[in-house]
Nanobody, 130 residues
C-alpha cells in the first residue's frame, strides 16, 4: 500500500516562497517511477481543486493558470519524493495542500488533474499573510 507523507507548509508573507515535500513509501522494492503525482489545494470552506501534476518520470508537468510561472513541481524518484516549489505567494494561495498519486503506469504519459488519484497525503497548511 502506497503511503504519502507531506511536509513543508507554514506561514509566509505575500511574495514569499515555500517548498512542499511529498515523500512516498510502499512495498519492498517500491519505486515512484511508475506513478504520476498531483498537487491539490483546499481553502477553508472551499472545494478541493487541482494545482498541477507531474508525469511518472518527470518528463512533463501541468499547472493550472493561477499558478503558472510561480509554482514548479519536480521529483526525485531515487528518493521517492515529489516537491512543490511555490514562489511569489499570494493570499489566494492560502489552503491545505495535498499530494496524491495514481498508477502504476507503464509509460511516462502526460499527467492529468482528473486522473483517478487513489493515494493521498495528509495535507500541509500554507498560509500567506499580507
Amino acid at each position: 500500500q502506497l503511503q504519502l507523507v507531506e511536509s513543508g507548509g507554514g506561514l509566509v508573507h505575500v511574495g514569499g516562497s515555500l517548498r512542499l515535500s511529498c515523500a512516498a513509501a510502499g512495498f519492498t522494492g517500491f519505486t515512484l517511477d511508475y506513478y504520476a503525482v498531483g498537487w491539490f489545494q483546499q481553502a477553508p470552506g472551499k472545494e478541493r481543486k487541482g494545482v498541477g501534476c507531474i508525469s511518472s518520470r518527470g518528463v512533463s508537468t501541468y499547472y493550472t493558470d493561477s499558478v503558472k510561472g510561480r509554482f514548479t513541481i519536480s521529483r526525485d524518484n531515487a528518493n521517492n519524493t515529489v516537491y512543490l516549489q511555490m514562489n511569489d505567494l499570494k493570499p489566494d494561495d492560502t489552503a491545505v495542500y495535498y499530494c496524491a498519486a495514481y498508477g502504476p503506469l507503464l509509460r511516462d504519459t502526460m499527467c492529468t488533474m482528473t486522473g483517478r488519484y487513489n493515494y493521498w497525503g495528509q495535507g500541509t497548511q500554507v498560509t500567506v499573510s499580507s
